[in-house]
């Protein structure tokens, strides 16, 4: 929300505050003050008729206050009452003369002012009303002279005569009397504010006046009490007692005339509803009359009764008045809350409609705002994927130039194995002089170099598309760093150099990958070589760290060394250092600190320029940092072609060894590289028997039509790859047997491992060491000869007997099925004696000449051979046991005439059958 949101609401909630207050409160139009004179019963009735007609106007704040007959105070509260910030003064005046100044302040002040009963002595009121109290005098004087025919002695009995009533009752009085001559005053008596000097004082004027006959009095009050004093004094029935009020209700005025105490009241109304609402009048400027005078009558004894009871009634009508006020006051009060109630629903409701709009309003804000946002982020975005096209474009790029060299690399990879090949292959010749074989070394080496450069480009780009994968077993990193070291051995000799390792472990076991590990020693022993002058010295030293749990190797040298500047990116790739005569790629040891970060390991150099280099490789112990994808479980580790590209002229194999052994035997050479074909050809055609396939459909076929006893396959081939034949030829019952070898230019472990899986026996990388090839093709053959051996020596009797196997050889689970299928069928069937070999190849499914191929591979003998061993070894075990006859021998074990029995018999074991059985 916004800020003017936010007063919004606040000034809202205020008025709605605000209102519903003032609506509890109720809406005060007007306040009347009213300053009462003193407190008697007649006082009561007028108070009581003010407050029911107050009840009619809510709208009127009413302020009483009531003084005991003392002016004083009635002056006192009319300043309070003016102080209080009334819109209109009511005052009965106690007393005329002291109260005319205030009332006269008051009125000039504008405050309306209205008398009640009683005057001042100034005009300056607003307005008057209440009987005219002069008339009253009258009345009374004329219902004395006319009721009363004889000579009347009046003792009037007066109020206090400051007070306006009693001057004007008494004027009336004496005026009117003069119409009656007969009337006398005897004595006026003025009472005081103390009523109790009355009752003391009384009895003397009435005792002074034993001729009076008439009590006049300007209060019924006064007259009773009158009354009640002449009663004491026996003149009670001799006097005529006439007062002023005529106050309805028990025990008052009408109810003393009532009685008889009073012979007659004149009726001063109290006026206390009219005085209210001519105050209201005033106050709504409303007309009205100054002088408001009530109505007055005599009561006496002919219509007091009837007065009473119709006073009753009124008042009995007044209660039911004030009743209904009450219930009225409480649906009043109902009412009132349910306003307040509905009042703040509304006004919730508004606060709701304006709290909406608000939101609304700053939704919209927001929502320009936000479609700014969304314009500048489309923006940027734009920019941004005007950013990453440009920048794909650049790796794109890079990228292209990278392949390219990557593929020329790759490309160069057959003719190196080539040249390697010749060169393995010529150099161990005694037939060629020193200086030839010099260069030929020379060849060799630097075929090896650019090998090396080759495959270390090839890394690189495997490192960078992380398909470079970690397989590490645990290793011995002593013998195996001295195993790199011998590469280097002959060139310290040779340059004089001080080629040492210093460490005080026999062995430590390290898990690491073979392969990785040697690129990096490999190249960090070429730097040092590379730049240690002859005579320097290169010493690698290991050291244990046990707080870190880790091994660290120095390589350290006392070559050139290197500036800071070059030292600091000498692990950048394609970085040259200063050393310009010595250009390498830059690939060396941005590819060694990779792989040694592969092993959760780190790389370091010290170095400055002319004091040689140290470099510092640490490795952790154990293999917690390696997870389970990169632990090669048997520990073999398949050879990197690395490991065999130093010295192989040294490589001891004689070609002899595996002439003599395996002349006959047939291999199956898949290879589209005529070169290499060529000279593998040269090569095996002198000890075996060699058919050549130049794609992998045409090599697929031939393997499967000749059974050979080997297949040599490159991987990449026109129509099939290496490994798709691999995979056939391993899955097929009839080729299941045949070893496989995998020669590929692809050299990761990777594909390797691929290559193993697919169930080939041996994983060749380009450049191989022919002689390697030659050592892998003999020891595979002699395996399946150690097979076959093992094979002929289960067939005891036991196992006939029940027709099953249980070879550990290394042999693949279908070869094991088909043995025992097929051992099984001949256990079966080799008692009958029809019992032949096309019932096996109806069998196993195989055409006779498979069938043939495959056993002779599987058990290095022909199918009739083994059936004959397998019937002659039951023969023998019976022969043993002697139960039976030679004959019945002959019979069971499936032979169709104990001559032909005697003549297999005496061929095998050099005796006839019942001389064996004398023998035994
Ligand atoms: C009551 C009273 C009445 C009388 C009136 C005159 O206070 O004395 O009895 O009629 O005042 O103001």
Known sequence: MLKSDYKIVFISLLLILLNSCSEIKEEKKFVIGFAQCCNDAWRDVMNSEMQ?????????????????????????????????????????????????????????????????????????????????????GRMAADYIGTTFKENAQIIEIQLVMSISPAIERHR???????????????????????????DKSFPDTLNKYPDANIIFAHTDLLAERAHKIARKYGRADSLLFVG???????????????????????????????????????????????????????????NARILHNQMKKVFSLQENIDEQLQVLNTYKLD????????????????????????????????????????????????????????????????????????????????????????????????????????????????????????????????????QMTLRASENDLISFIKNVMESFSSAAERRGIDFVLLTRFDQLDLWFDIGMMDKVLFNLLSNAFKFTPDGGKIHISISEDKFDDKVTVIVEDSGTGLSKTDASRIFEPFFQGENQQMLGTGLGLSLSKSLVEMHAGEISVQ?????????????????????????????????????YTENTWAFETKEDEIENGNAGQQILLIEDNKDIQEFLKNKLSNSFQLVQAYDGKDGLDKAKELIPDLVISDIMLPSMDGLEITRALKTDLRTSHIPIILLSARSSIDHQIEGMNTGADAYITKPFNVQFL???????????????????????????????????????????????KFNSYIYQNYTRQEFQVTDLCEELNLSRSQLYRKVKALIGEGISDYIQRVRLSKAEELLIEGKLSVSDIAYTVGYSSPDYFSTVFRSKYGTSPSAFRKNH
């Not at 006192?76 to 007393?95: F, K, Q, S, T, W």
């Not at 009336?172 to 009472?191: M, Q, V």
């Not at 030839?436 to 080496?445: A, F, G, N």
């Not at 094979?791 to 550990?808: A, P, R, T, W």
């Open 52 to 136: 029911r007609e107050l009840s009619f106007h809510p709208e009127i704040d009413f302020q009483f206050r009531k003084s005991d007959g003392d002016s004083r105070e009635q002056i006192r509260h009319i300043n309070e009452l003016i102080e209080n910030g009334i819109d209109l003064l009511m005052v009965a005046p106690n007393e005329a003369e002291p109260l005319t100044p205030i009332i006269e302040e008051v009125y000039q002040s504008g405050i309306p002012v209205v008398l009640i009963d009683r005057k001042t002595e100034s005009e300056l009121y607003t307005a008057y009303i209440g009987a005219n109290n002069y008339e009253i």
């Open 172 to 198: 009336g009085f004496i005026d009117a009397l003069s119409k009656y001559p007969k009337l006398k005053i005897l004595n006026s008596f003025e009472i005081t504010w103390d009523l109790d000097y009355f």
């Open 244 to 302: 002023i009020d005529g106050i309805p209700g028990t025990g008052r005025g009408i109810q003393a005339v009532e009685d008889g105490i009073l012979d007659a009241s004149m009726l001063y109304p109290t006026g206390g509803g009219e005085a209210i609402r001519l105050a209201i009048s005033i106050l709504n400027n409303l007309p009205y009359e100054k002088e408001n005078t009530l109505e007055t009558i005599v009561i006496d004894e002919a």
């Open 335 to 466: 009412s009132r809350m349910q306003r307040i109630f509905i009042f703040v629903l509304v006004s919730s409701l508004i606060l709701a409609v304006i709290l909406g709009l608000s939101l609304r309003k700053s939704l919209l804000i927001n929502k320009a705002a936000l479609r700014d946002l969304e314009f500048k982020n489309q923006e940027i975005t734009k920019s941004e994927s005007r950013l990453i096209k440009m920048s794909e474009k650049v790796k794109s790029a890079t990228q292209a130039k990278i392949d390219f060299f990557t593929n020329v690399s790759h490309e160069f990879r057959t003719p190196l194995t080539l040249i390697l090949g010749f060169t393995d292959d010529i150099l161990p010749s005694k037939v060629i002089n020193k200086g030839i074989q010099q260069s030929l070394k020379l060849i060799h080496q630097n075929a090896h170099r650019l090998l090396r450069l080759v495959n270390q480009l090839m890394d690189f780009r495997k490192v960078e598309s992380n």
């Open 607 to 643: 170095s400055s320029s002319g004091k040689g280099s140290r470099f510092i490789v640490s490795l952790p112990f154990g293999k917690k940092h390696l997870d389970q994808t990169q632990i090669i479980s048997d520990s073999k580790q398949v050879a990197s072609g690395e490991m």
């Open 774 to 820: 030659f050592a892998k093709i003999k020891s595979l053959l002699l395996n399946r000869q150690v097979l076959k051996e093992s094979f002929g020596n289960h067939i005891k009797s036991h196992e006939i007997e029940f027709g099953v196997l249980d070879l550990q050889e290394d042999i693949s689970p279908i070869d094991l099925e088909f043995l025992q």
